[in-house]
Nanobody, 124 residues
Framework: QVQLVESGGGLVQAGGSLRLSCAASGRTFNRYVMGWFRQAPGKEREFVAGISWSGGRTLYRDSVKGRFTISRDNDKNTVYLKMNSLNPEDTAVYYC?????????????????WGQGTQVTVSS
Protein backbone atom coordinates (compact mmCIF):
# COMPACT_ATOMS: atom_id res chain seq x y z
CA GLN A 1 0.00 0.00 0.00
CA VAL A 2 1.27 3.46 -0.90
CA GLN A 3 -0.04 6.79 0.34
CA LEU A 4 0.79 9.94 -1.60
CA VAL A 5 0.63 13.53 -0.41
CA GLU A 6 1.22 16.41 -2.80
CA SER A 7 2.31 19.92 -1.87
CA GLY A 8 3.69 23.03 -3.50
CA GLY A 9 0.74 24.25 -5.51
CA GLY A 10 -0.41 27.84 -5.52
CA LEU A 11 -1.07 30.98 -7.53
CA VAL A 12 1.64 32.23 -9.86
CA GLN A 13 1.82 34.76 -12.69
CA ALA A 14 2.39 33.68 -16.25
CA GLY A 15 6.07 33.05 -16.86
CA GLY A 16 6.65 32.07 -13.26
CA SER A 17 7.75 28.80 -11.67
CA LEU A 18 6.57 26.33 -9.08
CA ARG A 19 7.91 23.08 -7.69
CA LEU A 20 5.46 20.40 -6.68
CA SER A 21 6.42 17.66 -4.26
CA CYS A 22 4.83 14.30 -3.62
CA ALA A 23 5.77 12.44 -0.46
CA ALA A 24 5.13 8.71 -0.47
CA SER A 25 4.75 6.27 2.36
CA GLY A 26 6.00 2.71 2.18
CA ARG A 27 9.33 0.93 2.19
CA THR A 28 9.45 0.05 -1.48
CA PHE A 29 9.14 3.50 -3.02
CA ASN A 30 12.12 2.79 -5.24
CA ARG A 31 10.15 0.01 -6.98
CA TYR A 32 7.33 2.31 -8.05
CA VAL A 33 7.03 4.25 -11.26
CA MET A 34 5.78 7.73 -10.38
CA GLY A 35 3.66 10.01 -12.47
CA TRP A 36 2.19 13.49 -12.42
CA PHE A 37 -1.22 14.12 -13.94
CA ARG A 38 -3.43 17.18 -14.07
CA GLN A 39 -7.09 17.92 -14.44
CA ALA A 40 -8.54 21.27 -15.46
CA PRO A 41 -12.21 22.13 -14.86
CA GLY A 42 -14.45 20.33 -17.33
CA LYS A 43 -11.59 18.32 -18.78
CA GLU A 44 -10.32 14.79 -18.38
CA ARG A 45 -7.31 14.02 -16.25
CA GLU A 46 -4.18 13.98 -18.41
CA PHE A 47 -0.66 12.70 -18.13
CA VAL A 48 2.00 15.33 -17.52
CA ALA A 49 5.21 13.46 -16.68
CA GLY A 50 6.46 10.08 -15.48
CA ILE A 51 9.68 8.72 -14.07
CA SER A 52 11.11 5.23 -13.72
CA TRP A 53 12.33 3.52 -10.55
CA SER A 54 15.86 4.81 -10.81
CA GLY A 55 15.00 8.11 -12.41
CA GLY A 56 16.87 7.10 -15.51
CA ARG A 57 13.84 7.28 -17.77
CA THR A 58 11.39 10.16 -17.95
CA LEU A 59 8.42 10.90 -20.17
CA TYR A 60 6.56 14.16 -20.74
CA ARG A 61 3.50 15.29 -22.59
CA ASP A 62 4.48 17.43 -25.55
CA SER A 63 3.07 20.69 -24.20
CA VAL A 64 5.36 20.67 -21.15
CA LYS A 65 8.58 19.41 -22.71
CA GLY A 66 11.41 21.82 -22.05
CA ARG A 67 9.43 23.59 -19.32
CA PHE A 68 8.71 20.89 -16.73
CA THR A 69 11.17 18.51 -15.09
CA ILE A 70 10.25 15.42 -13.08
CA SER A 71 12.74 14.00 -10.61
CA ARG A 72 12.80 11.74 -7.59
CA ASP A 73 14.76 11.24 -4.41
CA ASN A 74 14.36 7.61 -3.34
CA ASP A 75 16.10 8.26 -0.02
CA LYS A 76 13.37 10.77 0.82
CA ASN A 77 10.50 8.85 -0.80
CA THR A 78 9.67 11.97 -2.75
CA VAL A 79 9.00 12.84 -6.38
CA TYR A 80 9.13 16.40 -7.69
CA LEU A 81 7.76 18.34 -10.61
CA LYS A 82 9.60 21.57 -11.37
CA MET A 83 7.48 23.77 -13.59
CA ASN A 84 8.98 26.75 -15.40
CA SER A 85 7.53 29.24 -17.87
CA LEU A 86 4.04 28.56 -16.64
CA ASN A 87 1.10 29.79 -18.68
CA PRO A 88 -2.64 29.96 -17.95
CA GLU A 89 -3.20 26.69 -19.85
CA ASP A 90 -1.24 24.93 -17.10
CA THR A 91 -3.92 25.82 -14.55
CA ALA A 92 -5.28 22.59 -13.07
CA VAL A 93 -5.31 20.31 -10.07
CA TYR A 94 -2.09 18.32 -10.19
CA TYR A 95 -2.07 14.73 -8.97
CA CYS A 96 0.76 12.43 -8.07
CA UNK A 97 0.34 8.75 -8.92
CA UNK A 98 2.25 5.51 -8.41
CA UNK A 99 2.35 2.03 -9.87
CA UNK A 100 4.56 -0.97 -9.12
CA UNK A 101 5.85 -1.49 -12.63
CA UNK A 102 9.05 -1.45 -14.67
CA UNK A 103 7.28 0.58 -17.37
CA UNK A 104 6.57 4.29 -17.26
CA UNK A 105 2.87 4.38 -18.04
CA UNK A 106 0.98 7.40 -19.35
CA UNK A 107 -2.68 6.44 -18.80
CA UNK A 108 -4.64 7.13 -15.64
CA UNK A 109 -6.04 3.58 -15.44
CA UNK A 110 -2.52 2.15 -15.34
CA UNK A 111 -1.73 3.75 -11.99
CA UNK A 112 -2.87 2.18 -8.73
CA UNK A 113 -2.30 4.89 -6.17
CA TRP A 114 -3.23 8.57 -6.21
CA GLY A 115 -2.74 11.60 -4.04
CA GLN A 116 -5.43 14.11 -3.20
CA GLY A 117 -4.14 16.73 -5.62
CA THR A 118 -2.78 20.24 -5.33
CA GLN A 119 -4.16 23.28 -7.14
CA VAL A 120 -1.97 25.23 -9.54
CA THR A 121 -3.37 28.50 -10.85
CA VAL A 122 -1.51 30.60 -13.40
CA SER A 123 -2.76 34.13 -13.93
CA SER A 124 -2.25 36.03 -17.16
Amino acid sequence: QVQLVESGGGLVQAGGSLRLSCAASGRTFNRYVMGWFRQAPGKEREFVAGISWSGGRTLYRDSVKGRFTISRDNDKNTVYLKMNSLNPEDTAVYYCAAVNSPIVYTRTNEYNYWGQGTQVTVSS
